[in-house]
C-alpha cells in the first residue's frame, strides 16, 4: 500500500478506548497527553485540535503496532450521521427503471450502532441472510455552517474516512418510502480505519474507490464521477439542516453491490471484504453469524 500521511485513530488497549497518531511503524499513543481534554476524536475535531495532535506525535516511536490493538469507529457519537444513496452513474442504471439520473440525492441516516471499527466482523443476523456490502468515501465535518457555499465547502471539511455501508437488502423494501429498517442493523456496517486530516482538493476530487469480497474485485470507480460531488453533498445538507463539527456524511457506492449479481451473492460467515480509497487506506471486516 502507498505510504499514507499521519492520521488520527480511535482504538482500544490496555482495558480502555484512546486516542491517537498513526504512523506506518505504527500507533502513537496520545491519550495520556490529550485524553484529560478530549473524550475522543470527535472532541478533537470540535476543539481544531488535529494540527496539535499531529505535532504531538511528531518523531516520537510508536506504543503499539496496528495489530495490537482493537481499532474503534473513529468518531463515536456524532450528531448527524447521514448517508447518500445512488450517487454514481452505473449504480443509476442498476435500478432499471428507465429514470434519468435524479436532480436531488437520496439520503438517510444511519445510528452509530450500525458500525464497527476496521478488523471487527461485521453481523449477519438470524432475520435474514441478505447482508451486503458497499464501499464508500466518508467525510467529517470540522467547521460547522448552514447553507454553506459550494466554493466554501471543502473548508468545512475536516477528515475523510471509509465506510462499508453494510445492508440486509430485503429489509430496506418492508415499506413504501424508506430503507432505514435494512440500514440500522446493529454491527452491519464499518466505519474507518482511521481519519486522513483533509488539507487539499486532490484528496477528493478523483480518487479510485474500490471494494473487495475475499480478495475479488466487486466494486471499483473513480469520485470524479460521483453525480453529487463532495461540495454539492456539503452545500445540499446543510441548506436544510446545520451541521456541526463530527458530523459524519457516507457519500455514496459505485455499482456492483452482492444484490446486482444474478442471483445475489450475499455476505456469509468466514467472507472478508475490504474497501480500499487512494491516500485513505483499507477498511478491513470479516463476517460473523449473530450469536
Known sequence: ???LPLRLAAFH????D???????AGIVDLTADFGTRFAGLKEVIEGAAIPE????????????AQDQVRWLIPIANPEKLICIGVNFPDRNAEYKDGQEAPGRPSMFIRFPRSFVGH????VR???????DYEGEVTIVIGKGGRRIPREEAYDHIAAITLCNEGTIRDWVRHAKFNVTQGKNWDRSGAIGPWLVPFTKPEQL?????????NGEV????RTGRMMYDFRYIVNYVSTFCTLVPGDVIVCGTPTGAGARFDPPIWLKPGDVVEVEAEGIGILRNGIEDEA
Open 125 to 131: 443476523p438470524p432475520e435474514s441472510p441478505q447482508l
Open 18 to 24: 484512546r486516542i491517537g497518531v498513526v504512523t506506518d
Open 53 to 64: 495532535l499531529l505535532a504531538a506525535a511528531e518523531g516520537r516511536q510508536p506504543d503499539c
Open 1 to 3: 500500500m502507498t505510504q
Open 13 to 16: 488497549a490496555d482495558g480502555a
Open 205 to 213: 476530487d478523483d480518487i479510485r474507490l474500490e471494494t473487495r469480497v
Open 218 to 221: 466487486r466494486q471499483s470507480d
Open 119 to 122: 478488523g471487527e466482523n461485521l
